[in-house]
């Protein structure tokens, strides 16, 4: 590694900490070299070098092409490295097979970020692949930050430059827009021109090789001037580093997406095009939800959710009133809300009396709310006051056509008081041509969505509620997770370890369960018996009626070969159950699949319902739950949702509800509901499993019964990976989890002990009674300013604290006495190598060598995370904390004026 490049790395952590990002290079460069540049009439050279020198962005460009002395009038050079000043930026539109030389001079050079438009790379096959490689490694090798290749470039409207081969320059404004297609790009900004829609910024990302959507997603989250994030993706790539950054945007600003590849034909050409696996699209939902992401259908959608998202407050649920002058728009409209997964506001008592009290005798006295053709603006205004108070409704759909007696401008006008309802967004449709354009003009100027069609208005409320239904699951604390001391990982390892060092892959239907209740899911006891002597004795021991099964290493749909008896009652059912088996399956699969039966008691759950729980493996997103209908006809009914692992409570009760059986499972037609809490925790034990046990491929239970009376796993396969697979060759999860391998304990000066592990979720009511103990000079410390307990205790602020990314960030907790004393954070700044902690000790354990202890224990977690030099800020007045970190090795710098000191350790 040459010193520009160690140079460029160092300046880049060093940035980072003090709040410059690496990819503020591709959006306010100094210095631009067009690597390729060229006079050619209609080349991508030409266009590129014209776009960046007649969009003025504050900084020089510099043409770079070996054949010429100057082009179109401004010098030429023959490499980036004979440039005079210091290239910070390249944009390089040379043929595919000159890139990773041209780019290796980048990085000698010591240019911090490069464009890749040239195309010819994975999209083209093996060879292509190749190239790309190279331009991977060399990105890695070099730390210089690289955009596509096979790319439009992108634009940066606010400061006016254009590193794209377009052929116009987007309009500044606040939306920050990526897409995978460089001609959806061309497109959408043909399309926004017209719509005078501006950008913040306007990215075509390409293959990905180096920056990925996390990258994107998080610098354009950071941007203040970016209010929400549009995207058009082909496929994920790097899974985690999406929803890492995705999850933390989220809660922020709006992120919204269309991905290409709903069907497997669309699938396909989405492949062919991005040269990357598309996955799963069901799972990609199930992503998309777990990280607060939006997802439409059309291009379209996905600018009009920007604008309504911008403009009105999200509802609080699924139910629209829709208020309407003609009776047909508004079934179109109730149509479109009902089928898309809303409903109809169910009118309370009061509203109805209330419209009843002023309207014509022939309103349609139901919702829609039909007040009729002849209604004038008065009308409009008294009926939608009345609406918006009714407390069953979650927002509210106006549309008006013009007919004889509209004014639509005026009705527009008495509209605009009801802008802004808190939690209640008002849509409008006003339909028609030029009659219309005047209240059209009104109601967006008073930030009222206006849209030419109910039903696309209503499409849009429905996912304004899944945003907002997407967004709480972020937020909502999850029930107290139970304590995991009882789970046997003992035996889960030794029998997977006796089963791959037998070549096995599949688990018996024992080890299977074996493995279940080591995680406490219950699971009947399953003797195995290789004779029907043994048979016979374990049906004595575990009590009749029992259930006799096949034993097989082999298969694995036990009833497709005969392969299971119920019922069975005395010591000669056992012996014909077993010779029944035997010879069902030597007849149906072969001799070599019998080896013996297992032995199960009869389990009795009057009015169960049988429900599946499994997990599979996805090339791109890792291990996949499922969760629904089981049984025989599980494929038949496909009633399921899809999740990722690991689950809390509250995503394990999201599950349910995405299902058509959980309106079942909380009690219908007299049946009593099964005990929801327990089968949430069961869930949860269960994404545990499925996230500790990577060697697991696949496990199934079904089926899963569930009745008030309980939950029993009947029965249970799991599939393990190859055993020539290594942990490194196996797809990993796509959402870290709990990293139990950071739990310790320690004794303080006391004398007394202490367990210090990573923060859960469930931590929120004990660190607010943590910040109760908090004297205001321990939180000046801490924060570098007075927050007051309300601020430092508000749900939305605690919740990102304590359901945290461990993908991003650690934090340690000390527990004692079953209350946390202590919270240490380790926060990795993103795109480098570094991380800034920070510490709290309650005031009532201060002295007790607490401080000391969570520093060396951050230390230990940042050494084992790959991190290479630990960062902070503490304030000038604090002694104590500046000492601890000289007493562990840090380097203590203090600028003249700054109020704080900064430390640093580098590891």
Request: overall charge neutral; glycine content about 8%; proline content about 5%.
């Amino acid at each position: 590694m040459n010193n520009k490049v160690k140079k460029r790395q160092t300046e880049s952590a060093h940035d980072i900490w003090r709040g410059r990002d690496p990819l503020d290079v591709f959006f306010q460069p100094k210095n631009v070299a067009v690597i390729g540049a060229t006079e050619a009439a209609g080349s991508v050279g030409r266009t590129t070098l014209w776009n960046l020198i007649s969009s003025p962005f504050g900084g020089t460009v510099f043409p770079v092409n070996p054949k010429r002395p100057s082009i179109l009038g401004i010098k030429a050079y023959p490499t980036v490295k004979d440039v005079p000043a210091e290239v910070d930026l390249a944009v390089i539109v040379t043929a595919a097979q000159t890139v990773p030389t041209v780019l290796q001079e980048c990085a000698d050079a010591g240019v911090e970020g490069a464009i890749v438009i040239s195309a010819g790379f994975q999209e083209l096959g093996e060879q292509g692949e190749a190239l790309q490689r190279q331009l991977k490694e060399i990105a890695l090798a070099s730390g210089m930050r690289v955009i596509g290749p096979n790319c439009l470039g992108l634009m940066s409207p606010l400061s006016g430059l254009n590193a794209s081969f377009a052929a116009s320059m987007a309009r500044p404004g606040s939306v920050g827009f990526i897409s995978q297609s460089g001609a959806l790009c061309t497109a959408v900004l043909d399309w926004s021109m017209e719509a005078q829609i501006g950008f913040s910024a306007f990215i075509s990302c390409g293959a990905m090789v180096d920056v990925n959507w996390g990258d994107l997603i998080y610098y354009l989250g950071q941007d203040t001037r970016t209010r929400s994030i549009l995207i058009y993706m082909e496929s994920v790539g790097d899974a985690r580093s999406f929803l890492s950054a995705a999850r933390e945007v989220a809660l922020q600003k709006p992120i919204i997406v269309i991905k290409a590849g709903r069907t497997a034909a669309g699938g396909k050409a989405a492949a062919s095009h991005t040269g990357a696996m598309t996955g799963s699209d069901d799972v990609l939902d199930a992503a998309f939800r777990r990280c607060g992401v939006l997802r439409v259908g059309t291009i379209a959608e996905l600018f009009y959710m920007a604008e309504v998202l911008a403009k009105q407050p999200r509802p609080q649920g699924r139910r629209l009133t829709i208020m309407t002058n003609a009776g047909g728009p508004a079934v179109l409209a109730t149509d479109a809300l009902i089928s898309a997964g809303g409903e109809l506001t169910q009118l309370s008592e009061k509203t109805m009396a209330d419209l009843n009290a002023f309207l014509p005798p022939h309103w349609s006295r139901n919702n829609p709310v039909d007040i009729l053709g002849d209604a004038g603006a008065d009308r409009y205004a008294k009926a939608l006051e009345i609406c918006t108070k009714d407390p069953n409704s979650d927002g509210m759909l106006v549309i008006l056509t013009p007919q004889a007696m509209t004014d639509a401008t005026k009705t527009a006008e008495m509209l605009k008081p009801y802008a802004s309802i808190r939690d209640k967004p008002v849509l409008a449709s006003w339909m028609g041509g030029p009659e219309v354009e005047g209240g059209i003009k009104v109601l967006n100027g008073a930030n009222i969505p206006v849209f030419p069609y109910p039903d696309t208005a209503a499409r849009m409320f429905y996912y304004m509620y899944r945003y907002t239904y997407n967004l709480q699951g972020l937020y909502e604390t999850p029930a107290l997770a139970e304590e995991d001391e009882a789970i046997d990982r003992a035996t889960v390892g030794s029998i997977i370890d006796r089963a791959r060092k037998a070549g096995r892959t599949l688990l018996t239907e024992a080890e299977s369960k074996a493995i279940l209740r080591a995680y406490g899911i219950p699971a009947p006891a399953c003797e195995v018996a290789h004779s029907v002597d043994a048979a016979i004795e374990a049906a004595e021991g575990i009590g009749y009626p029992v259930v006799v099964k096949l034993h097989s290493e082999t298969l694995t749909h036990k009833t497709d070969v005969g392969g299971v008896v119920l019922n069975v009652t005395s010591p000669g059912e056992v012996r014909r159950a077993f010779e029944s088996i035997q010879l069902n399956v030597e007849k149906k699969a072969g001799k070599g699949h019998f080896l013996g039966v297992t032995v199960q008691p009869m389990v009795r759950m009057p009015d169960s319902y049988e429900l599946i729980l499994g997990s599979s493996m996805d090339p791109q997103f890792g291990p996949v739950l499922l969760f629904g209908v089981g049984g025989q006809l599980v494929e038949v009914f496909q009633d399921r949702a899809l999740a990722l692992p690991p689950l809390t409570s509250t995503l394990a009760r999201r599950m349910m509800e995405q299902t058509r059986i959980y309106t079942a499972l909380k009690g219908v037609r007299g049946r009593a509901p099964v005990d929801l809490a327990e089968l949430e925790q069961m869930m949860v034990h269960f994404s545990q499993l499925v996230a500790e046990q990577r060697l697991i491929k696949e496990i199934d239970i079904n089926p899963l019964l569930a009745s008030s009376d309980g939950l029993v796993a009947l029965d249970a396969r799991v599939v393990l990976h190859e055993s020539t697979l290594e942990l490194k060759d196996i797809p990993r999860l796509a959402i870290r989890p709990y990293p139990r391998r950071y739990e310790s304990t320690a004794q303080m000066k006391n004398g007394e002990t202490v367990t210090i592990r990573p923060i859960r979720a469930e931590d929120e009511p004990l660190i607010i009674k943590f910040h109760e103990t908090l004297s205001e000079r321990t939180v000046y410390f801490r924060y570098l300013q007075m927050l007051n307990l309300g601020q430092r205790t508000a749900h939305e602020r605690l919740i990102r604290i304590c359901f945290i990314d461990y993908n991003r960030e650690l934090a340690l907790v000390v527990i004692h006495n079953h209350e946390i004393i202590g919270v240490g954070r380790l926060h990795k700044l993103h795109g480098t190598n570094e991380a800034e902690f920070a510490e709290v000790i309650s005031d009532a354990y201060q002295g007790q060598g607490l401080g000391k202890l969570m520093l060396n224990r951050l230390i230990d977690v940042a050494r084992a995370e790959g991190i290479t030099r630990v960062v902070a800020d503490i304030h000038a007045e604090n002694v104590a904390m500046q000492a601890v970190c000289k007493k562990l090795g840090f380097r203590i710098e203090r600028e003249f004026g700054d109020p704080t000191v900064s430390a640093s350790l580098d590891l």
